[in-house]
């Protein structure tokens, strides 16, 4: 059984950093894997993913401040957030799913999901 959890979030002034992690159980190394956040009264957002030969794609909203990446075991997953906005102030998940090469960032391809770790950045 796949279980995700994520850990590392949350409050910080405009231009900090911040890094989530996600911790995998149930087989998951090989899988795709993905950050979303999801601010209050809008859609959940893709943001960052992984597929498993580490080939990476970001959204353009977090381009160049934020990197995905995942440990040498490949069931913990991260998310290092630089230069944050405060429209980065968001619930912050992970998710994996196997198989998936395209259309990363559609939240109803992944059927494993983290309970989510609150990210807030003050102006």
């Known amino acids: 059984q796949v279980q995700l959890a994520e850990s590392g979030g949350g409050s910080m002034q405009a231009g900090g950093s911040l890094k989530l992690s996600c911790l995998g159980s149930?087989?998951?190394?090989?899988?795709?894997k993905a950050w979303f956040r999801q601010a209050p009264g809008k859609a959940r957002e893709g943001i960052a993913a992984?597929?498993?030969?580490?080939?990476?794609t970001y959204a353009d909203s977090v381009k160049g401040r934020f990197t995905i990446s995942q440990g040498s075991a490949k069931n913990t997953l991260y998310l290092e957030m630089n230069n944050l906005e405060p429209d980065d102030t968001a619930m912050y998940y992970c998710?994996?799913?196997?198989?998936?090469?395209?259309?990363?960032?559609?939240?109803?391809?992944?059927?494993?999901w983290g309970q989510g770790t609150q990210v807030t950045v003050s102006s």
């Open positions: 998710a994996a799913g196997r198989g998936l090469l395209f259309s990363l960032f559609d939240p109803a391809r992944y059927p494993h």
């Open positions: 149930g087989g998951i190394y090989s899988y795709t």
């Open positions: 992984i597929r498993s030969d580490g080939t990476t």
